[in-house]
């Protein structure tokens, strides 16, 4: 069955630094892949989209890669911010676009 | 414009007992999603309703069970509670195109405690 592997459980960073996340996949590749950011206590909230077609997608100060042959995505977050201080979750879509899979996240900590 | 609600915030059964919660998506989406998310093993997809329509599930036993009204609020049904149904328990909503790759938007979620 797939499987989804997000690099750590918990990641602490630098106010100012790059912090990047990393999604790994097993078998076939999905067609869509999705990231979402999801506060304690609170419902995932969606952030970006990315398609199997696409190497790239960026949105204000995030940054999501997609490659297919390494099985893998990477979410950047430039400039990072305490904000941005919460657990971040990646999620499949297959082609038939009637199942979705989710990653167990990694909790993102900033420090001033 | 609201979000989605989700009641109750919290529930707590015992073990056989049978639970219901209750999902309103955001006005004009037709879609709705419920996940589980347990401690340390992320979400977890249920099942999917468009139109009324049951359109997936995940791999759950049958006694997860659930529909969709003609206002398009859901209800999910999880009968002869088990310890491991500990949970939150997601509901999402989406404007309904037929796919899983529309944006979803979540509810706060409503913890069930099994003892």
């Known amino acids: 069955s797939q499987k989804i592997e997000q690099n750590s459980e918990a990641l602490n960073i630098q106010e100012g630094k790059t912090a990047t996340l990393t999604c790994n996949y097993t078998?076939?590749?999905?067609?869509?892949l999705q990231w979402y950011r999801q506060d304690p206590g609170r419902g995932p909230v969606f952030l970006l989209l990315?398609?199997?077609?696409?190497k790239e997608k960026r949105k204000e100060r995030l940054k999501v890669t997609f490659d297919t042959t390494l099985k893998q995505s990477l979410f950047h977050i430039t400039a990072s911010q305490p904000a941005d201080s919460a657990t971040y979750l990646c999620a499949l879509t297959y082609s038939s676009a009637s199942k979705i899979i989710f990653g167990s996240g990694t909790r993102l900590s900033i420090r001033p | 414009e609201a979000g989605v609600t989700q009641s109750p915030t919290h529930l707590i059964k015992t073990r056989g007992q049978q639970a219901t919660l209750r999902c309103s998506p955001i006005?004009?989406?037709?879609?709705v999603y419920w996940y589980q998310q347990a401690l340390g093993l992320g979400l977890q997809f249920l099942l999917w309703y468009d139109e009324g329509e049951e359109r997936n599930r995940g791999n759950f036993p049958p006694r997860f069970s659930g529909r969709q009204f003609p206002n398009y609020s859901s209800e999910l049904n999880v009968n002869a509670l088990e310890l491991e149904d500990s949970a939150l328990y997601l509901c999402?909503?989406?404007?309904?195109?037929?796919?899983?790759?529309?944006?979803?938007?979540f509810g706060p979620g409503t913890r069930l405690t099994v003892l």
């Open positions: 999402a909503s989406s404007k309904g195109s037929g796919s899983m790759t529309d944006t979803q938007y």
């Open positions: 006005s004009g989406h037709t879609s």
């Open positions: 078998n076939y590749s999905p067609a869509y």
């Open positions: 990315i398609r199997e077609n696409e």
